[in-house]
Nanobody, 122 residues
Framework: QVQLVESGGGLVQAGDSLRLSCAPS????????MGWFRQAPGKEREYVAA????????YYADSVKGRFTISRVNAKNTVFLQMSSLKPEDTALYSC???????????????WGQGTQVTVSS
């Protein structure tokens, strides 16, 4: 069992930056690829970024490519999502998730956090 806790969300203005953190519990962090997803009110959950177990391979949704960076520090059991040049359309509940394979598919992820709210005002 892996429990995930996100932090770092908040209310920012368009163009600002924000860094989200996700801290999984347990000693098996390095077994899992990690992903960030987001869900805006009335919309389906959307893939944002993913990173493999070593941190050497990353993937991004086209909507955030060049603005967001996913990274992980295995020694600290933490995965990050650095968000820059934020736009109002980035407003959503951001959740991290763990999977045994790096994927952009929601169904591939076995464990999910409760999420942290990001609100970007124009």
């Amino acid at each position: 069992q892996v429990q995930l806790v996100e932090s770092g969300g908040g209310l920012v203005q368009a163009g600002d930056s924000l860094r989200l953190s996700c801290a999984p519990s347990g000693r098996t962090f390095t077994l899992y690829a990690m992903g960030w997803f987001r869900q805006a009110p009335g919309k389906e959950r959307e893939y944002v970024a993913a990173i493999d177990q070593s941190g050497s391979i990353t993937y991004y949704a086209d909507s955030v490519k060049g603005r967001f960076t996913i990274s992980r520090v295995n020694a600290k059991n933490t995965v990050f999502l650095q968000m820059s040049s934020l736009k109002p359309e980035d407003t959503a509940l951001y959740s991290c998730a763990a999977s045994t394979v790096v994927s952009r598919e929601v169904g591939q992820y076995d464990y999910w956090g409760q999420g942290t709210q990001v609100t970007v005002s124009s």
